[in-house]
């Protein structure tokens, strides 16, 4: 069974940097597509980043420039760099694992993370 536990979310001001972490209890880089999402309240939860098995990357229009998604293959983490945060990045950020080699969306995910709370101040 594949695990996905997040990590490094906190409180930020405005402009400020935070690097989260996912611990991958298994080796499936090579298989599934790593991605981040989150869940702003009273929101639906959306795409922020994924990476391909290969590399390929994509980004919401609302992170791209500000954001990385990446992963060390040796420690099975994956890593999502969000610099120059805003207030509106304010959410719980899950991360998530699928196979679909279909755009990607929630109901393609396999695996979820318990999601990590993200707050930026003004």
């Known amino acids: 069974q594949v695990q996905l536990v997040e990590s490094g979310g906190g409180l930020v001001q405005a402009g400020g940097s935070l690097r989260l972490s996912c611990a991958v209890s298994?080796?499936?880089?090579?298989?599934?597509?790593m991605g981040w999402y989150r869940q702003a309240p009273g929101k639906q939860r959306e795409l922020v980043a994924v990476?391909?098995?290969?590399?390929?990357?994509i980004y919401s229009d609302s992170v791209k420039g500000r954001f990385t998604i990446s992963r060390d293959n040796a420690k099975n983490m994956v890593y999502l760099q969000m610099n120059s945060l805003k207030p509106e990045d304010t959410a719980v950020y899950y991360c998530?694992?699928?196979?679909?080699?279909?755009?990607?969306?929630?109901?393609?995910?396999?695996?979820w993370g318990q999601g990590t709370q993200v707050t930026v101040s003004a």
């Open positions: 998530a694992a699928d196979r679909s080699l279909s755009t990607p969306a929630m109901n393609r995910v396999d695996y």
């Open positions: 298994i080796y499936i880089f090579p298989i599934y597509r």
């Open positions: 990476l391909a098995p290969g590399g390929t990357t």
